[in-house]
């Protein structure tokens, strides 16, 4: 429990006041926005960062936060764009270091040590800058309020005067949170409401990619995202996410599968593993995922055994997504069986073969959205058939897939009859 001390209210999260207006006579805005040079990483924002945007990004410390935003600035500032990149966290020579790292050079990129979030938006004022980044919002306080950095009213309080400034002078700002896992989420989470658009900055300690995903955007869609590699030279945008997660992928060996499946808007191959062996635990055998919906899981090899007359009753299962991906779509169940029953009966996929398909309880395979674009995802990597649901079959019959044998599949049965 922590102890929140009554603040005066000093500012309502709000516009200055204003009167009724008529709809026709409202001036249409979000419209003009500004590209960064990573290609990836504008459909995130919508297209572009829409000018006088408030923006919150958040992610564990040392996942990157400051080196993205540091990189986003340089985009700007050398498309000429004025940028005050205001560190609360770190000296202007460890931003410095950072900036070497990164080859920051000239350009119209101003910084500012500073935690008195009124002098840092009366100095914001002074430059009028297009882009405001505060790094971080935990780090700063208002004198106006007599509680501590980081605290709920402070956080808020800084949101709330940020949000004022990008509003009034058409900034586009980006606030930047710590998010821990265990729990210290509240700060940045009480933020969510109020901002235009939430992004979250994730990433696997073990690997060095990093997954930049929407939670919320007022000027488009939340389900693309990007994918980065962390290196000596900063964030790179890894453009081919398929073959990245695939490239370390063994071959000749019993329960691993390749499914293609969407991550946002675009397609994704993934390799599922499973492991199957007998247990230790006779009438209580593991069940472990990683990277997989465990209740999901659970529902497959029960269709399994139903359906095909398995039984995992004696035996352990664990099951896998390679890379640390995770994969919440039920487009990937075909492939969580072909690998279970691989590894059980030790027979090997072929390499060149992509599985996708949803499985009903009653082991019917059921269609899935965009099969197109997994389908096309595979053949660009050279994959030479595609074992898919019957239904999704008509939609691509008018396309041209002469380099990709295409199998269509009615049930689970079918699908294995053809895997193996
Ligand atoms: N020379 C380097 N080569 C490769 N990666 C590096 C190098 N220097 C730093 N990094 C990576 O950058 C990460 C830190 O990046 P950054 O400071 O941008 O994170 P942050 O999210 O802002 O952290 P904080 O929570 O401390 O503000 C480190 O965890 C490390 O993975
Ligand atoms: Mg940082």
Do not use: W
């Not at 006041?17 to 003009?32: R, T």
């Not at 019993?254 to 969407?262: D, L, N, R, Y």
Request: charge should be negative; include cysteine; glycine fraction near 10%.
């Amino acid at each position: 429990m922590v102890e929140e001390v009554e603040e005066e209210a000093s500012a309502e999260f709000s516009f200055p006041p204003s009167d009724p207006v008529l709809y026709k006579d409202i001036k249409e805005a979000g419209k003009e926005r500004i590209k960064t040079s990573i290609e990836e990483l504008n459909p995130v924002f919508g297209g572009g960062v829409v000018l006088g945007s408030l923006v919150l990004i958040g992610g564990e410390p040392g996942i990157g936060k400051s080196t993205l935003l540091l990189q986003m600035s340089r985009d700007f500032a050398l498309q000429g764009e004025k940028v005050l990149y205001v560190s609360g966290e770190e000296s202007l020579e460890q931003v410095k270091i950072r900036g070497e790292r990164l080859g920051l050079r000239n350009g119209n990129l101003y910084f500012l040590a500073e935690t008195n979030l009124e002098r840092i938006i009366s100095h914001a004022e002074k430059l009028n800058p297009r882009v405001l980044i505060l790094d971080s919002v935990q780090a700063v306080f208002s004198s106006k309020l007599s509680s501590s950095p980081g605290t709920i009213s402070q956080v808020r309080e800084a949101a709330n005067q940020v949000f004022r400034f990008a509003k009034k002078g058409q900034v586009s700002s980006f606030l930047i949170g710590h998010i821990t896992k265990e729990g210290s989420l509240a700060g940045p989470k009480s933020l969510e409401h109020m901002v235009d658009v939430v992004l979250y900055f994730e990433g696997e300690r073990d690997h060095s990619y990093r997954v930049l995903r929407a939670l919320k955007n007022r000027f488009g869609p939340v389900s693309e995202l990007a994918l980065f590699e962390m290196g000596a030279k900063g964030l790179k945008a890894i453009s081919n996410p398929s073959a990245f997660f695939l490239k370390e992928r063994p071959t000749e060996e019993a329960g691993s599968v390749v499914v293609s499946t969407i991550k946002g808007s675009r397609p994704l191959l993934a390799e599922i593993q499973a492991l199957v062996s007998s247990t230790l635990f006779a009438g209580n055998p593991r069940r472990m995922t990683i990277g997989l919906d465990h209740f999901r899981v659970a529902m497959l090899l029960a269709i399994v055994e139903k359906k095909m007359g398995f039984s995992f009753s004696g035996e352990d299962i664990y099951i896998n997504v390679a890379g640390g991906l995770s994969l919440d779509e039920p487009a990937t169940d075909l492939g969580v069986i072909a690998s279970v029953v691989s590894c059980l009966k030790n027979r090997v996929i072929p390499q060149d073969v992509v599985v996708f398909g949803e499985v009903g309880l009653s082991g019917e395979i059921r269609s899935v959205s965009q099969p197109l674009a997994r389908v096309k995802e595979a053949e660009s990597l050279g994959f030479k058939t595609v074992i898919m649901p019957q239904g999704n079959l008509s939609h691509l019959e008018k396309e041209d897939l002469s380099e990709i044998n295409l199998q269509g599949a009615k049930n689970i049965k079918q699908a294995l009859g053809i895997i193996f």
